[in-house]
């Protein structure tokens, strides 16, 4: 499947998940690249499970097919390997290292797996870059900047069909004036945590 | 504000709900009404975000949008609006057009003035709504002319040309959506803005009053103008026929989203098709389907949910005496079920076209991965009522529900969900369990369901006598769908004052004897709200009043307050477990060594765990911003 590029990004409600694949969506636009971001999201305002497609290129169907995504990019570990269908082994996997309990595991109806287990399982079906974006972001100012820390590392990670400068003008141009300087250090952390790799 | 550039020509990238409404301002849209509903939601915000970044610099937007009480009185509201010559649009979802079709069926017969668009946006796959019924029927049900289109940039056009439509037919358009075109952002070209047309005028017709002798006219006026929408169909632009490579007998018939779906397939397979799209699916043009059919030997029917277009296809198909063989649903290609996909759709093609699906077949994990499904938010006052309902009631009790975030309580281990059935049903389902059996009833709605369809069941329980307790969970918003406003805010859709018309004034005028209002943040006092509830013998309300803690501390935020978080004093707890097993609150988890936390990021500051608590050890930490 040549000239498409497929991103799946995942994670929980109120992590940015929707916001970051819009952001990756209006760059793509700037970089004059055809492109659809699809939103699934269900019922709660917060702590549901959130995933998102964005195709660009050569593509019609606004979701990414099964062992498609060229990158998964999740804000929570085991959301990255709940939507695990959509890679194939030249998939390249970044999570954020940092675990959201769900409710249904603190009251004790299930139980949140060992959390070396979910890195071992998601390295058998990508490319897995772990990063400790709740840190990164926090030094680039508020946790709130973690969902561009990710975007950061996804433009280090050589999957996006435009230059990393196009995701950080549109980031820049969509977050508030006095919140520039902090998405931009969040953003720049992102992209040295997958280049150090 | 980008929706509102008059840059025509310039690409921006818009959501599909929002492309909807772009389009209404390029047709130069007068009367925006709604009640919210997810898909559909965004198209309404949108032109409540533009009018009330009108209404803060004391300008005139140039339309008038309004969040109506339900999808009835919004259909009606702007039916009138264009009775009186002006442009209007309805927006909704699906099953919102159940509540507007005894509205909707009579509208089509008596036609309309200023073009009108009803938008339905349907939900294949449930994804956040209790069927997926396909409203396409409802165009063929009431003979409305039907768009349907398949990218954010089709949706703005045929929002804007379809004021045209209805215009030129007389007749209101429903513009069929569906969650993947809703919630899917793609680039849209933009075209002038309008002008709106202010005031319109309403010219006296004896025909707008469909009594039995006008209704038998106005029948064949419709049938009529449906003869006349075929014609339309048969040139317009939003069906046409594609040639993919050389087309070697196989068509393929398809719309709405599955067209990007086959798309991406054929060019991808490289496959010889030719492809019927059709944009505009009701009335089908009969001409162009009959001359694609002639020209091909097999048929294939791509279209999410019921047969709709494949039952006409086989019709026309023995009105030709053609022997052309047609996959789709009743073939067992696709199914009638969930919304479709690449895989879905190139699974059926590589069954008829003999390739190999190029799909993987999908991986799972090996691990058991807890699932997150969407719970009642840190500090959501409806978890205080509930934990209260749960100390008062006895444990037969039935609590039938309502659509609203409540509807969560239905989870562990709440457990206060047990019937549901639409809008309003908690209230009309209690009556009849009264009747039908001798367990005490507690049934739950939000204030917005409330005024939406709560009140005649309520009626209905204080003639009869019912012996229920109905719940109006009062969070002063329409939360679920994105805390828009309703009759009971002091504030409107355009962000201008608005009468707030307070839920108990409505129970005491509809007679109801027993009512009680609470704060469910005093859960003590909650609990022995419900107690003489359930002791009163027959109906009787409670008033469970605490406003939607995001709205709150939003709020709070605005002003520059803090809110406080909680802590647990490690050394008074006991590990009773009571916050975590029976208060559930997603902010409260096991730390380490089996200690019970408050994870301060989640907590939105109710303080209800310190109440609940019979050891005292929980406690306001320090303010976070």
Do not use: W
Not at chain 1, 176 to 195: H, L, V
Not at chain 2, 8 to 20: R, S
Not at chain 2, 506 to 529: F, L, R
Not at chain 2, 588 to 611: F, K, L, P, T
């Amino acid at each position: 499947m040549k000239d498409k590029t497929n991103i799946v990004i995942t994670g929980v409600g109120g992590q940015g998940v929707i916001t970051a694949a819009n952001i990756l969506g209006k760059a793509a636009l700037k970089a004059k690249i055809n492109v659809f971001v699809s939103e699934v999201h269900g019922m709660a305002q917060r702590g549901g499970s959130v995933n998102c497609s964005v195709r660009m290129g050569n593509v019609s169907g606004p979701l990414v097919a099964d062992g498609t995504a060229h990158a998964i990019l999740s804000t929570e570990p085991i959301e990255a390997l709940r939507y695990i269908k959509y890679s194939n082994k030249n998939t390249i996997i970044i999570t954020d290292i940092n675990s959201v309990i769900p409710f249904t595991v603190s009251v004790g109806m299930e139980e949140y797996p060992e959390i070396e287990s979910v890195f071992k399982e998601l390295t058998n079906y990508g490319k897995l870059f772990k990063i400790d974006a709740v840190k990164t972001a926090r030094d680039a100012g508020a946790i709130i900047t973690k969902n561009i820390v990710m975007l950061g590392a996804l433009a280090a990670a050589d999957v996006l069909p435009f230059k990393s400068e196009i995701l950080l003008e549109t980031i820049l141009e969509t977050v508030p004036s006095k919140f520039k300087d902090m998405n931009k250090k969040a953003f720049e952390g992102g992209f040295k945590t997958i280049k150090k790799h | 504000m980008e929706i509102l550039e008059d840059k025509p020509g310039k690409q921006i990238l818009l959501l599909g709900n929002e492309a909807i409404t772009r389009g209404a301002l390029e047709a130069g849209i007068d009367v925006a009404t709604t009640y919210p509903g997810t898909p559909s939601s965004e198209i309404a915000d949108t032109f409540s975000i533009i009018a009330k970044s009108f209404t803060k610099q004391n300008k005139d937007p140039g339309f008038y949008f309004e969040y109506s009480t339900n999808e009835k009185v919004a259909l009606e509201v702007a039916a009138a609006a264009s009775f009186s010559g002006l442009r209007a649009l309805t927006c909704m979802k699906h099953v919102g057009l159940n509540v507007a079709s005894d509205a909707f069926m009579t509208y089509l017969y008596v036609g309309c003035r200023g073009g009108h668009i009803i938008v339905s946006a349907d939900d294949p796959s449930c994804h956040s709504s209790q069927n997926e019924q396909d409203n396409r029927y409802f165009a063929l049900f009431g003979s409305a002319p039907m768009l349907e289109p398949s990218t954010p940039d089709e949706a703005k056009e045929m929002t804007r040309i379809g004021f045209d439509l209805s215009e030129e037919l007389k007749l209101p358009v429903l513009l069929r959506t569906t969650t993947r075109l809703n919630h899917v952002r793609g680039s849209i070209e933009l075209k002038k803005i309008q002008k709106s047309r202010g005031k319109g005028h309403f010219e006296k017709d004896t025909m707008l009053v469909p009594v039995p002798a006008i209704a038998r006219l106005q029948h064949p006026i419709l049938l009529k103008k449906m003869q006349q929408a075929e014609k339309i169909s048969e040139k317009s632009k939003f069906n046409k026929i594609i040639d993919i490579g050389k087309p070697d007998g196989y068509g393929i018939v398809t719309s709405g989203v599955s067209y990007n779906y086959v798309m991406e397939l054929v060019n991808d397979m490289n496959l010889n098709v030719k492809i019927l799209k059709l944009g505009m699916t009701h009335p089908i043009p009969s001409k162009m389907c009959k001359e694609f059919i002639k020209s091909c030997k097999n048929i294939i029917i791509v279209e999410e949910l019921e047969p709709i277009l494949e039952n006409q296809i086989k019709v026309m198909a023995y009105d030709i005496g053609s022997s052309v063989k047609i996959y789709g649903k009743s073939s067992g290609h696709f199914s009638r079920l969930y919304e479709y996909n690449l895989d879905i759709v190139a699974d059926a093609f590589s069954k008829i076209f003999k390739f190999k699906n190029p799909f993987t077949t999908p991986k799972e994990s090996k691990i058991k991965l807890p699932s997150r499904p969407p719970s009642l938010c840190p500090g959501c006052p409806h978890r205080a009522t509930y934990y209260a309902v749960k100390k008062a009631a006895p444990k037969t009790t039935i609590y039938p529900t309502d659509i609203g975030c409540y509807t969560l309580g239905k989870a562990p281990p709440y457990e206060t969900a047990d019937l549901l059935l639409c809008m309003g049903s908690n209230a009309g389902t209690a009556c009849g369990l009264a009747i039908a059996t001798d367990q005490k009833i507690i049934s739950f709605m939000g204030d917005s369901t409330f005024f939406h369809a709560g009140i005649p069941p309520i009626l209905d329980a204080v003639h009869h006598n019912h012996d229920v307790v109905i719940t109006v969970l009062d969070n002063r918003t329409t939360a679920m769908t994105g805390h828009q406003p309703h009759p009971g805010t002091d504030f409107d859709g355009m962000g201008r004052h608005a009468k707030r018309i307070l839920v108990e004034d409505v129970v005491k005028g509809c007679g109801v004897k027993h009512i009680e209002i609470v704060d469910p943040n005093k859960i003590k006092e909650t609990t022995e709200a419900f107690k003489r509830a359930l002791e009163f013998k027959g109906p009787s309300v409670v008033i469970s009043k605490s406003p939607c803690i995001l709205l709150e501390n939003r709020d709070k935020r605005r002003r520059g307050e803090q809110i406080s978080v909680y802590e647990i004093d490690q050394e008074k707890c006991q590990k009773c477990k009571i916050c975590i097993n029976h208060f559930a609150c997603p902010a409260i988890n096991y730390g380490e060594d089996e200690s019970i936390v408050i994870d301060e990021q989640q907590c939105n500051g109710c303080g209800n765990c310190a109440d609940i608590c019979p050891f005292d050890s929980i406690s306001p930490k320090e303010a976070k911003k």
